[in-house]
């Protein structure tokens, strides 16, 4: 097959596209905060409770016992005015409120630091490494969370080559929102300007062979509960 497609023309056959958007991820509860230090930090369950309650001691966060994704009305209002000052465009046409999942105890807010203008970049060097880091996470989670929802253009594209047709996939950023602050998107395939009938210049053919994959390991990252949590 390689040597067959690597000698006919390539044209396009079809294009789909669709605007996909997506909405900001909801601050941490307990168990994803330590889903999200587990799949970023590679910590486990204990490192990143024993951080997070220095963190809570030292009085950069809220309390890290809660399965509410719920900020408080007075702390809504920070993120914006940060916003405001550095990144403007992604205010959203009204503020972001999360919805608890029917269960939650809802007796503390969502994990968020106790003042937005500790931004990371402030406190880099007033923090041992990986304190710093899980600090990082929750500050990009609280603030992301408070922004536009991305929106991306997705692409279908179909193409023949002689007799072998094949599919090419790619994503374009049409609004980056709070992808600015917490990657959500995956990896992106930026496709250039193509249309119907277009003949695509090959530069190389290479084929790739694949087997079944056994289910992942279980880990205690993949354990905790997935975001229980929707913004509106």
């Keep these: 097959m390689v040597d067959v497609t690597s000698k006919v023309p390539h044209i396009i056959l079809n294009i789909e596209v669709k605007e996909v958007r997506k909405s900001p991820p ?6 994803t905060l330590q889903q999200a230090a587990g799949s970023q930090l590679n910590f ?6 024993s951080l ?10 809220t309390y890290i016992r809660t399965d509410s994704c719920i900020l408080s009305e ?23 409120q999360h919805r608890n999942r029917s269960s939650a105890q809802e ?16 406190l880099r060097l007033k923090m041992e490494g990986q304190e710093f880091k899980l600090y990082e996470l929750i500050w990009n989670r609280a603030l992301a969370s408070q922004c536009k929802p991305a929106l991306m253009e997705r692409s279908l594209v179909k193409v023949a080559a002689g007799e072998w047709q094949f599919l090419l996939k790619g994503n374009r950023i049409l609004q980056e929102g709070y992808v600015k602050y917490w990657e959500g998107l995956g990896e992106e395939i930026l496709l250039p300007e193509l249309s119907i009938g277009q003949e695509l210049d090959l530069e ?23 975001n ?3 913004a509106s």
């Excluded at 909801?26 to 168990?31: E, I, M």
């Excluded at 007796?107 to 402030?122: F, L, Q, Y």
Aim: hydrophobic share 25%; charged share 25%.
């Design 26 to 31: 909801a601050p941490f509860t307990t168990s």
């Design 44 to 49: 486990n369950t204990k490192t990143t409770m």
């Design 52 to 61: 997070a309650q220095k963190l809570y001691e030292s009085g950069f966060i």
């Design 74 to 96: 007075d702390f809504r209002s920070a993120p914006q005015g940060y916003l405001q000052q550095y990144n403007p465009e992604n205010i959203p046409d009204k503020p972001t």
């Design 107 to 122: 007796g503390h807010e969502a994990i968020r630091p106790t003042d937005v203008k500790n931004t990371p970049d402030v």
């Design 204 to 226: 190389k053919v290479r084929w790739s062979k694949h087997q079944t994959e056994p289910p992942k390991r279980f880990t205690e990252a993949s354990n905790a509960c997935s």
């Design 228 to 230: 229980d949590c929707s």
